[in-house]
């Protein structure tokens, strides 16, 4: 990853602040975790894990989603008691009963979902994470301090409710930087940030780590983890598998340990035909959010060909669920032909009718929006398919054709699961996300969306859903593919468009762009760039 | 040391017949212990609550005969709960299907012909349908909270009923006494048997639960309405409207409520009075999550609860207990179905704290 | 002059039981718990404190009771909402159909026994002043207590952390409990804090405003107090002005009862129930105009349960 430079000043006003002399020379170990086991019912989460920190180190924690990593960082942090183990503090053996007593220790953690209170404001909300009961001007005095130390500007007066995924996740690590800690512990910070927000993330972690901090990091961006980090302990299915300086490692042999098996690349032909008629034109597309925190899609322009792939980056946050539900008719355009399909206006139109011309939808939330959680596979078949799937007959469901269906699914997907027709809370999320897409693609439909369609799965399973987006657009389908996951939009995506509050910039070629230049459009720099082509046309 | 609950692996369907009849034993075992504290002979206190009410032909008629409202109201309120529609109003809804049924038969008094009792039916359906309609409207449109809304309109339609048997309907020739005429025999449903109360409507209901029991179980409908509640976001997935949806049950938990007000109405009680309803839409709640908001459990559950209403009326004559026994009795089973369901879900876990000192286990690397 | 006085007066009796138990369930739900039987915990409340004070002959010791009762369902529904994560709906419609009916069987035995309301507190002198003197300084301890609640609960919500705390375990349990708060417990004090200000409130019932029991009494407070919480969009001082608006409405429609207007009692008799729901769709229509979403605490009604 390259670096944009801008964060140079920050470094050296940070470096004054609470170094503490000493620490980085000392090889004693800060926190290690001995056998430490944790159970869910059947699930072995962690099975007798073991782990040593340093201080003065970013000690990095690879596995892949469901390997056990958050699992461990919250018995470190106090929000789960493990079963067995123990967990030890500068070699004496501690008990963590709640997360107060491990800040009372030093150990301070960002968490990956944010815990963050919408309706507060920043200085209550860093209030809540402090274990003292300074009064709220205090801590607004303090807020204000640590914020500019480490170049993380907070207006401590402001409603959580307004600010940006990237503002959110700078008052959770101000506020652990405010108790000071001695292990600052980060599940998955950069998955919401824009490459640029990320280098400015890790200049102030190596800051912190020159203070003779230790940072736990927890990824599976290997890149990141080879820049940023000293050791690596590697997580896969609840035991530790490898331990290693990942520095002297290639990304290759990373993922092996990481994954156990050599994940096969995507196939796709060089020479892929993108000119085909315009099959999904949104034009002008103005829609205010109804959620009052969402927001609102400005002016969204973009046109999709037969059998292309069109990828939307961008951090979460900047209209992407508007979009999706725009085009999927959950949310009515204002205008009819704001969204055209094959050259009909459906800006009206619902969901239904969309998929009745050949649409299918898959949305980012696995659980609860793609598939009800309490339901068998066979009825969550039946919500996306009652109008399009024949499960019908005679107004009376038609419970052996969807039980078919799922069987379809399961043999095209390799959807693994126990019983023949289990509820959907009961597959791992890979195996439901397979069924999700495949429910969708077994149906052969001209216009696949899909959001975010292999976010939190396993390797594996991402590998052979990207593929299967592949071979549809190859079959002549056009594929719309929303998501924050860049190396993903790299690999399928014939072009690539940003979304940005609520605006597309203009969709390009994905050999014409570099990750920085995508970088900069996803946090709405590079205006130059950002005007659409389009609009000459529009 | 501390609990947790942990979902159990085979929830099964056996669990979802267990879990009432658990709160049933642990509600009588509870009762025995209330007898017992009240001086009662607990023995011939629960004889007197659930078995004489069933053990002579005419008690089983008058189970009948309370059970057909109580599962009426349970089934669209079913509806409703199922799709996270909080109607609680269905005992006003059940009043206005009596006023407007009873009002046909008043009107219609002597001069009626067949035509009077099916037109008694359908207003009353149509009235509690549209008492119904009123919160449900302003839900959709306004998200104004329909629990407060619906439960308001109890105490409105109670002061409605009132003021008509006191003003406008009052039985000119019933000595001052706030009632209405008692209805001629054009406005009365017909008798099933001699000697007994058990009239149609309790087919009529019998009819309605084998309808709504295809409807829940195999119709689009029926998956729309579990689908709205288990999971909104996907059923608007799914193109579902959880407005319309709202306005609908509404309007069907609302027609059946009046339907049964209207059955009590011209079946039962045959006229119009104060304290018309012995509080069946309140009751009706509990038939519903007793019946696991489902329409043949809810008629199991009818019946099981009109037993204990009889059983409530005869305690106050021959126990002199309280008639208020039975809403005690009603809350406590209302309270152990609600717990049942989580300790049957789910495990609860005792969980042994780690001894920090402790080492490893043999055997475990380290 | 002295009419005006006297009604205001009778308004501010009205209110106050609103007011008690509306001030009890705001805190309960600013947690993110929804207690929907306030109406179970008042009634439980009016007819333990009536029949506790008939027989020790002391209305202080018919308070306390008044006050354990309504705490002691309310330590009911948090065992089934928070002990076993219940649904809280249910839960609550369950509490007041057994309050309903506890109450009339405990209150059994009392019906009928008229005793002495509690009196009204006179400060001396200053209650002589005119107007203001009978309003301000001549009411009974409910009164003055129910100011004191909406001023201490304005206060802990938003001046001392605890009440921080509170709040942000109705916006967000998981995170709260992420933070390493105990959102459980929190939320039991939260609903046994409003279990017995149910109980105050239905004390008031029987002990002053009519000072004897008669089953089914409550008539329906608990339900308006709760739409009161609504409509004040949970703020103490707005709740304060909802109660005393709808106390204003009851004593309105008595006087135009007595006054003999030609208006069929039972109309007016329904005006509070109809003014309820007018107001609840006002306040929301409202809401709606001025572009705002709910202002509600963001989980109010879900169940929490932390696995830990």
């Given amino acids: 990853m390259v670096k944009t430079g801008r964060s140079a000043p920050m470094l050296r006003a940070v470096c004054r602040v609470q170094a503490r002399a000493g620490m980085t020379t000392q090889r004693r170990p800060l926190v290690q975790a001995e056998a430490l086991t944790r159970r869910f019912g059947d699930l072995v989460a962690n099975d007798a894990v073991d782990l040593t920190v340093y201080p003065g180190e970013i000690h990095a924690l690879l596995g892949e989603n469901g390997a056990g990593k958050s699992t461990l960082v919250k018995m470190l942090y106090g929000l789960l008691a493990p079963d067995e183990g123990r967990i030890l503090w500068e070699g004496a053996p501690v008990a963590l009963p709640d997360p107060t007593a491990a800040r009372a220790l030093g150990i301070g953690m960002v968490f990956q979902h944010f815990s963050l209170f919408d309706a507060l404001s920043v200085a209550e909300n860093v209030a809540l994470a402090l274990d003292d009961d300074a009064p709220l001007a205090q801590v607004a005095e303090r807020l204000r301090e640590v914020s500019r130390a480490y170049g993380l500007p907070l207006e401590p007066d402001r409603g959580v409710w307004r600010l940006s995924v990237g503002e959110r996740q700078r008052i959770e690590i101000v506020r652990c930087l405010m108790q000071d800690p001695r292990l600052l512990i980060l599940d998955e910070p950069t998955s919401v940030l824009t490459p640029q927000e990320c280098d400015g993330l890790f200049d102030t972690l190596r800051t912190l780590r020159d203070e003779g901090r230790a940072v736990l990091y927890i990824s599976h961006k290997l890149d990141e983890v080879r820049a940023l980090c000293e050791a690596a302990t590697i997580l896969r299915a609840g035991r530790v598998v490898e331990r290693c300086d990942p520095r002297t490692q290639s990304s290759a042999s990373l993922a092996r340990m990481m994954v156990g098996t050599q994940i096969s690349d995507v196939r796709r032909s060089a020479m892929r035909d993108v000119s085909g008629p315009v099959r999904l034109r949104v034009s002008n597309l103005d829609l205010p959010s109804e959620d009052p925190q969402g927001t609102s899609l400005k002016g969204v322009n973009l046109e999709l060909h037969a059998g292309e792939i069109l990828g939307i980056a961008g951090v979460a946050g900047n209209g992407q669920d508007e979009l999706f539900a725009a085009i999927s008719g959950e949310a009515e355009a204002p205008r009819a032909d704001a969204v055209v399909l094959d050259g009909a206006p459906v800006g009206h139109e619902g969901i239904n009718r969309r998929r009745r011309r050949s649409a299918a939808f898959v949305p980012e939330e696995r659980l609860g929006h793609a598939a009800a959680p309490r339901m068998s596979l066979s009825e969550n078949a039946l919500v996306a398919g009652h109008a399009s799937n024949g499960f019908l007959r005679g107004g009376l469901i038609q419970r052996d054709r969807m039980l078919g269906w799922v069987d379809s699914v399961t043999s095209a997907f390799d959807v693994r699961k126990g019983p023949r027709d289990p509820e959907a809370r009961d597959l791992s999320g890979g195996n439901l996300q397979k069924f999700v897409v495949g429910r969708e693609i077994l149906r052969k439909p001209d216009l696949l969306v899909v959001m975010q369609p292999t976010w939190g799965v396993d390797a594996g399973a991402a590998s052979l859903i990207r593929q299967s987006l592949v071979d549809l657009a190859q079959g002549g389908a056009s594929v719309l593919v929303i998501s924050q996951d860049l190396d993903e939009l790299f690999e399928i995506a014939d072009r690539v468009a940003v979304i940005f509050t609520g605006r597309l910039s203009a969709a390009y070629p994905v050999r014409e762009l570099t990750r920085e230049r995508v970088g900069l459009l996803m946090g709405g720099a590079d205006p130059a760039a950002a005007q659409p082509e389009m609009e000459e046309s529009a | 040391m501390r609990l947790t609950m942990e979902r159990r692996a085979e929830g099964g369907k056996w669990a979802l017949l267990l879990s009432p009849l658990l709160a049933v034993v642990l509600t009588l075992v509870s009762s025995v212990v209330i007898f017992w504290l009240l001086g009662q002979d607990p023995l011939r206190a629960l004889s007197v609550y659930f078995w004489q009410p069933v053990s002579d032909a005419y008690g089983l008629q008058e189970v009948a005969v309370k059970a057909t409202p109580l599962v009426l109201i349970a089934v669209g309120l079913a509806l409703c709960f199922r799709s996270n529609n909080w109607n609680i109003g269905a005992e006003g809804q059940f009043l206005i299907g009596a006023i407007c049924g009873g009002g046909v038969a008043v009107w219609a008094h002597g001069w009626g012909g067949a035509w009077v009792l099916p037109l008694m039916l359908v207003a009353g359906a149509l009235g509690g349908m549209a008492y119904a309609l009123i919160p449900a409207i302003l839900k959709a449109r306004l998200r104004v909270n329909e629990i407060l809304v619906s439960l308001m309109l109890v105490y409105v339609a109670d002061l409605f009923m009132d003021y008509l048997v006191r003003g406008p309907w009052r039985d000119p020739m019933g000595f001052n006494m706030p009632q209405t005429v008692s209805f001629g025999p054009e406005a009365t449903l017909p008798l099933l048997f001699t000697g007994g109360r058990m009239n149609i409507g309790s087919v009529i209901a019998l009819a309605v639960v084998v309808a709504f029991a295809l409807v829940m179980a195999r119709t689009l409908k029926g998956f729309e309405i579990r689908l709205v509640g288990q999971a909104p976001r996907a059923a608007r997935f799914a193109g579902f409207s959880d407005t319309r949806l709202t306005i609908t049950v509404f309007a069907i938990s609302g027609a059946l409520a009046g339907l049964a007000g209207v059955i009590e109405a011209s079946g039962t009680v045959r006229q119009l009075l104060p304290g018309f309803s012995p509080g069946y839409g309140f009751t009706a709640i509990i038939v519903a999550f007793l019946g696991r908001l489902n329409p043949v459990g809810c008629l199991i559950a009818g019946v099981f609860i009109a037993i204990t209403f009889i059983g409530g009326e005869n305690a106050q004559i021959i126990l002199r207990l309280p008639r208020d026994m039975t809403l005690v009795f009603q809350g406590m089973l209302l309270f152990y179905i609600l717990a049942c369901d989580t300790l049957i879900l789910y495990r609860l876990r005792v969980v042994r704290p780690v001894d920090p000192g402790a080492t490893p286990a043999p055997g475990v690397r380290s | ?308």
């Fill in chain 3, 1 to 308: 002059m002295t009419l005006a006085v006297a009604i205001a007066l009778t308004i501010i009796t009205a209110a106050t039981p609103l007011l008690i138990a509306a001030i009890g369930e705001l805190v309960v739900e600013r947690a993110g718990v929804l207690n929907l039987g306030v109406e179970g915990m008042m009634i439980m409340g009016a007819a333990t404190g009536v029949g506790v004070a008939i027989v020790t002959e002391s209305s202080l010791l018919g308070v306390l009771a008044a006050i354990a009762a309504g705490m002691a369902l309310s330590a009911l529904f948090a065992l089934m909402v928070l002990g076993l994560a219940a649904n809280q709906y249910a839960s609550g419609l369950a509490l007041t159909i057994f309050g309903l009916g506890l109450s009339g069987v405990v209150g059994a035995p009392f019906v009928g026994i008229q005793r002495e309301g509690i009196r009204r507190i006179e400060l001396p002198l200053l209650s002589e002043i005119p107007v203001i003197g009978p309003i301000l300084f001549r009411q009974d301890p409910f009164v003055y207590a129910s100011i004191a609640l909406v001023a201490g609960v304005a206060w802990f919500l938003w001046r001392t952390r605890a009440g921080l705390i509170l709040r942000a375990c109705g916006e967000n349990p998981v995170s709260a409990h992420a933070l390493g708060y105990r959102v459980l417990r929190i939320r039991l004090y939260a609903v046994l804090f409003g279990g017995a200000c149910a109980g105050l409130a239905g004390a008031y019932l029987s002990l002053v405003l009519t000072p004897f029991w008669t089953a089914g009494m409550t008539a329906g407070r608990g339900w308006i107090a709760l739409a009161i919480v609504v409509f004040a969009s949970w703020l103490p001082l707005r709740a304060m002005l909802g109660a005393y608006l709808f106390g204003g409405l009851i004593i309105l429609q008595l006087h135009a009862q007595t006054a003999g207007v030609n208006i069929p009692s039972q109309f007016l008799a329904a005006l509070p129930y109809l003014i309820t729901i007018v107001a609840l769709t006002l306040i929301m229509a409202a809401r709606r105009s001025a572009g705002r979403g709910s202002v509600a605490p963001a989980s109010l009604g879900q169940p929490f349960a932390p696995a830990r």
